[in-house]
């Protein structure tokens, strides 16, 4: 994690120092090239804990070699924390497996959620295996958490642990109704770690920092992301602005593109970003644009399949209309330091005709024309 990032600086770097302990230090650079060091690093210096956001874990687990993990010893790592963005079922339970040969212990893995406004750490359950609830998947796209009955259509999602440190509600964001158990609503946090807004932005700060819910109780601050309580834990479903509304539905972009990961593994090691565009209809309905990096496939009838293959499951999963799929070089999907997918920033380009994809399939009558590429590429 760089170190001006909140995980970076607030989780790996101060703690030490205000306690007196040790902190090692790697350049995300070095991580990104040799994943296999950062375990290492671990394994020679004795660490109990070590963060990092999801994505990081999914690259060990699909780079790192036998040879390169001979004689790793993780029996040490006691929390091995992930967060920074959507933690996934999928990459823990391969992290897991991958590493338990290694002394890797089956509490280590701790998802939690956190952000820079409110001092880095909100939830998280330590010393315990991660929950992965199955969840009704149509319920979900109305805002219900409930757990799937065993014949019908899931989504698994991680449990970040309880609320520590702070207080925790689910509000429905537009009417500011504060939502009981099981209800996905944007998650509002209040307490002594949240901070007092942003340096000389007081209209931003009236308005996030300080909330208020429809029954009168103040002080509250809106981060933004979606999520539900159940059984005491703390469950992040999405961000707001991500949520795609197509046909009356709702629906999570990161499922969508973990979906087209799992049943096409030429995509497995890389990003995708999903976001819709308003579409050519009558009605002006929004319509899906599924982007997604691809390395080391030259041939234009693969990736033709390829393209084809990402609209049928979009279509046979989630129902929804694909306006266009674009396969882009690697590190074309724009990203944070920290791997957060841009689906906004992603959206944009799209819509000023600033992608430079490696191949792409447009479905002219479902999207409006797009301007003529400029001279920037992505």
């Known amino acids: 994690i760089p170190h001006f990032h909140d995980m970076g600086l607030m989780g790996s770097i101060l703690p030490p120092l205000l306690l007196g302990s040790?902190?090692?230090?790697?350049?995300?650079?070095?991580?990104?090239?040799?994943?296999?060091?950062?375990?290492?690093?671990?394994?020679?210096?004795g660490i109990e804990a070590s963060a990092a956001p999801d994505f990081a874990y999914d690259l060990c687990s699909r780079r790192v070699t036998e040879a390169q993990s001979e004689g790793?010893?993780?029996s040490r790592w006691r929390h091995a924390l992930d967060g920074s963005e959507p933690v996934r079922a999928a990459?823990?339970?391969?992290?897991?497996?991958r590493f338990a040969g290694h002394g890797l212990r089956a509490d280590a893995l701790t998802p939690c959620y956190g952000m820079a406004e409110a001092t880095l750490f909100i939830s998280g359950a330590a010393r315990t295996a991660p929950r992965v609830r199955q969840v009704s998947a149509e319920l979900l796209e109305h805002h219900e958490f409930r757990p799937a009955a065993p014949d019908e259509p899931a989504r698994a999602v991680v449990g970040c642990g309880p609320p520590l440190g702070a207080e925790v509600r689910i509000v429905e964001p537009d009417t500011r109704r504060?939502?009981?158990?099981?209800?996905?609503?944007?998650i509002w946090i209040r307490g002594d770690i949240v901070g007092h807004g942003y340096w000389n932005r007081e209209a931003t700060n009236e308005a996030e920092f300080r909330a208020t819910t429809a029954d009168g109780d103040p002080g509250w601050l809106r981060t933004g992301d979606l999520g539900a309580?159940?059984?005491?834990?703390?469950?992040i479903t999405g961000r707001i602005k991500d949520v795609l509304n197509l046909r009356g539905r709702n629906l999570y972009p990161q499922d969508i593109e973990d979906e087209l990961r799992i049943q096409w593994p030429e995509l497995g090691n890389l990003v995708g970003a999903c976001f819709a565009v308003p579409g050519e209809g009558p009605q002006g309905d929004d319509v899906l644009v599924v982007t997604h990096e691809v390395r080391g496939i030259k041939d234009e009838d693969r990736l033709s399949e390829l393209a084809a293959e990402m609209r049928l499951t979009v279509a046979r999963e989630f129902g929804a209309p694909v306006g266009a799929v674009l396969l882009l070089r690697p590190g074309g999907v724009r990203r944070t330091t920290s791997g957060k997918i841009q689906r906004s920033a992603m959206r944009d380009l799209f819509r000023a005709g600033a992608l430079r994809p490696t191949y792409a399939v447009y479905?002219?009558?479902?999207?409006?024309?797009?301007?003529?590429?400029?001279?920037a590429a992505v």
Do not use: C, N
């Open 22 to 45: 040790t902190t090692v230090l790697m350049s995300p650079t070095t991580f990104l090239k040799r994943p296999h060091l950062w375990l290492h690093m671990i394994d020679r210096y």
């Open 178 to 186: 504060a939502l009981p158990e099981g209800g996905v609503g944007e």
């Open 72 to 74: 790793l010893d993780l």
């Open 91 to 97: 990459v823990l339970e391969r992290f897991q497996g």
């Open 229 to 235: 309580l159940y059984q005491g834990e703390l469950h």
């Open 363 to 375: 479905e002219q009558s479902l999207l409006r024309p797009l301007p003529e590429p400029q001279e």
